[in-house]
């Protein structure tokens, strides 16, 4: 099977070295050369933060190169997954250009992105691709060039979304390829029916936290250390509570549970947002708290606390 590999962020990094652990043949695209250097010349290492011996991926094991080498990728023919571990602001028209240029016929495309709009984009691109829509709670964290800390085993959903998940024989014998090859190198994998819903509850607990954590310069944990943290958290859920009603996207009750469990099972954790403001970098605000604001204004309705958060972590830059 060939795995691709778009952005040698955290994520990419991981992905790329579960594939070629799982006997895949892998290509690595970085959006700096000299990254793609350091990884041809020694590889990747994967270290876990618990008592699990590192997984080393030896130089020359996975063909890394800069994005701008994306055309030269060599087709075989055989199932391709194009793994995007991007962020949306990363996922931009160049970008959705190369692949609607380079993409084999019958690659498979795994977004493993935050927030919402960008499985319909790539809809919009490559309507004749299936789509997946992958959601993590693998929590690595890039070290350096070519090595990620494991913070914790997590495990990834993915599927189709909307009328796209019809059952077939051959999605299916792929996507349990896909399953077995990473299962190989300890990455859980399982496909679902219901990633909508995966994705929505994703973008409920990235919605509060992640602002929040941005604007306060707190770790996750920190949100639960005061009443007006939790009433802040609680006004916002509530808000998401209705702007998912109103568009018919379930949510339950149960919801505020795991986000205070997220918060304290990622307790130590610096959010994504937080990491971007503080190295003065373009946030996904647009595409958590700007998703529910959209949401709402599909339906002639306000998200006004969503919309607040959003100005905020945008007027954070100039
Ligand atoms: O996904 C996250 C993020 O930081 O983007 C959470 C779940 C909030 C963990 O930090």
Request: glycine share 10%; charged share 25%; hydrophobic share 45%.
């Amino acid at each position: 099977m060939n795995i691709e590999v778009i952005g040698g962020g955290s994520l990419g990094l991981l992905f790329a070295a579960g594939a070629a652990a799982g006997g895949a043949s892998v290509a690595l695209y970085t959006r700096k050369e000299e990254q793609a250097l350091r990884i041809a010349r020694e590889g990747i290492e994967v270290r876990s933060a618990e008592d699990r011996p590192p997984l080393r991926i030896p130089a020359g094991a996975i063909a890394a190169l800069s994005i701008e080498r994306h055309a030269e990728r060599t087709k075989t023919g055989e199932d391709t997954w194009v793994v995007l571990a991007l962020k949306q602001k990363d996922l931009n028209e160049e970008l959705i250009d190369r692949l609607k240029a380079d993409l084999g016929a019958k690659d498979r495309l795994f977004c493993l992105q935050n927030g919402v709009g960008h499985i319909e984009r790539l809809r919009r691109a490559l309507p004749n691709h299936d789509i997946y829509a992958a959601i993590t709670t693998e929590g690595a964290r890039r070290s350096d060039a070519n090595s990620v800390l494991r913070a914790g085993q997590g495990a990834t959903l993915f599927g189709l979304p909307g009328t796209a998940s019809v059952f077939s024989p051959q999605k299916e014998a792929a996507e349990k390829k896909l399953i077995d090859l990473f299962a190989a190198a300890g990455l859980t994998l399982s496909a679902s029916n219901e990633i909508e819903t995966v994705m929505y509850r994703k973008l409920m607990i990235n919605a509060v936290i992640n602002p929040l954590t941005a604007i306060w310069k707190i770790e996750n944990g920190a949100l639960l250390a005061s009443r007006h943290r939790i009433e802040t958290m609680r006004g916002i859920f509530e808000e998401i509570g209705h702007v998912y009603a109103l568009a018919g996207i379930s949510f339950e009750a149960g919801w505020w549970e795991d986000l205070i469990g997220v918060c304290r099972a990622t307790s130590r954790n610096r959010s994504s947002m937080l990491e971007d403001v503080t190295h003065g970098r373009s946030t996904e605000a647009r595409w958590i708290c700007g998703g529910i604001v959209d949401l709402a204004r599909g339906f002639k309705a306000e998200a006004p606390l969503n919309r607040m958060l959003l100005e905020l972590i945008e007027g954070m830059k100039e």
